[in-house]
């Protein structure tokens, strides 16, 4: 059965740092998405993605975070300086009609 | 803000219950899904509704969607150990098909 990859599954970084968390979404899927889950708290949208461009994000995306479709099969998210409170799991998803969902990278930011 | 409760936040039951988990919005949603996630793992996709007052079974599990597609709920019957885990509930917006997760209910079935 298709699935999403995420890559690395887990990933510590200082604060400060730049991170680059990698999803290879199913290959005829058109939407994609990330979503992150602060331990104990629920799931939440943070961008989504068609057709080459953002489509919509939320409040939690700012100018800290970016998206790249670098080379048609690879799906990136970017945090340019990341913050104690970046710390989450971060889930890749991709969709024709129903999220599938990648295993998720744990960020750990100290 | 679309908002979706679901209730009872946790519940521990002992195998062979029933067991009925509710997911609640003011708001309507294009589609709905449930989803079960298990520690450390992403939300693993169960069933998705469309059309209010659909209902759909899933071996033991049977998902309703309501008739004014704002809540849904999910039935388990005769609950085994191996259904423990993290049940969300999540709602599409029709808009860009993002979804809007439920604030999630535990379920722990004891042998």
């Known amino acids: 059965e298709p699935e999403v990859t995420q890559t690395p599954s887990h990933q510590v970084t200082q604060m400060g740092q730049e991170v680059i968390l990698r999803c290879v979404p199913i290959?005829?899927?058109?939407?994609f998405y990330w979503y992150r889950q602060i331990l104990g708290q629920k799931v939440e949208f943070l961008v989504s993605?068609?057709?080459?461009?953002?489509?919509?994000k939320s409040e939690i995306f700012d100018d800290q975070f970016s998206v790249e479709r670098p080379d048609g099969s690879n799906f990136t998210l970017k945090i340019r300086s990341t913050k104690l409170e970046d710390s989450a799991m971060y889930f890749c998803?991709?969709?024709?009609?129903?999220?599938?969902f990648g295993s998720g990278t744990r960020l750990t930011v100290v | 803000t679309q908002l979706l409760e679901q209730s009872p936040q946790f519940l521990s039951i002992q195998e062979g219950e029933n067991l009925t988990v509710y997911c609640n919005s003011s708001?309507?949603?294009?589609?709905l899904q449930w989803y079960r996630q298990e520690p450390g793992e992403g939300p693993v996709l169960l069933v998705t509704?469309?059309?209010?007052?659909e209902v759909k079974k899933l071996k033991r599990l049977t998902f309703q969607f309501g008739d004014a597609r704002k809540d849904s709920s999910l039935h388990i019957t005769a609950a085994q150990p191996g259904d423990t885990g993290l049940y969300l509930c999540?709602?599409?917006?029709?808009?860009?098909?993002?979804?809007?997760f439920g604030t999630g209910t535990r379920l722990k079935v004891l042998a």
């Open positions: 998803a991709s969709s024709v009609r129903g999220h599938t």
């Open positions: 708001s309507v949603f294009s589609s």
């Open positions: 999540a709602g599409a917006d029709s808009g860009t098909y993002k979804y809007i």
């Open positions: 290959s005829n899927h058109l939407y």
């Open positions: 993605f068609y057709n080459n461009e953002i489509s919509e």
């Open positions: 509704v469309v059309t209010g007052g």
